[in-house]
């Protein structure tokens, strides 16, 4: 139905709608993205607590950039619409997890963080695919799975 419907528009009717695309996404790239950051001290962040591990680095490649303070943003994450989906996921990873105001939580809470965290890395649930897809980095080994995870379980 669609595909007969654009047989019968004329070649000007299509580049004037494609020429008003394109202004729409021209238009929406000056719409700011808010990408304040609450300052935490150091000392709050989740590896500072910890024992340096080779998991730890791990953990910082591959779960920073959602649930900490330290996103480091690909390029096309200024590109609108894109930059929107983008900062909304992080700002939900963070709402969830931010490790760099571990110190904050209580300790009954980073208990069950760690037990979640633990739970979501062995269901794959965490990094989320599409993380993955874009980062090579979020893409565990099962090697690597099992030992992030061994050492969340021995915190």
């Known amino acids: 139905m669609i595909i007969r419907q654009l047989k019968l528009m004329t070649r000007s009717t299509i580049q004037k709608i494609g020429l008003g695309l394109l202004l729409i996404l021209l238009a929406i790239q000056f719409i700011p993205v808010d990408r304040t950051i609450e300052k935490a001290e150091p000392a709050m962040d989740f590896l500072s607590q910890q024992d340096s591990a080779p998991a730890a680095e791990i953990l910082r490649a591959a779960c920073y950039d959602c649930h900490s303070n330290e996103t480091e943003y690909p390029f096309y994450a200024s590109i609108a619409p894109v930059s929107w989906y983008i900062q909304k996921h992080i700002n939900h990873g963070r709402e969830h ?44 080994s099962d090697g690597e799975k099992e030992q992030l995870t061994n050492w969340l379980a021995s915190l």
């Open 97 to 140: 997890l931010n490790f760099s105001i571990w110190t904050s939580y209580s300790a009954d809470d980073r208990e069950h963080i760690l037990d979640e965290m633990i739970e979501e890395i062995e269901e794959n649930k965490m990094p989320l695919k599409s993380y993955r897809l874009l980062h090579g980095e979020g893409r565990l």
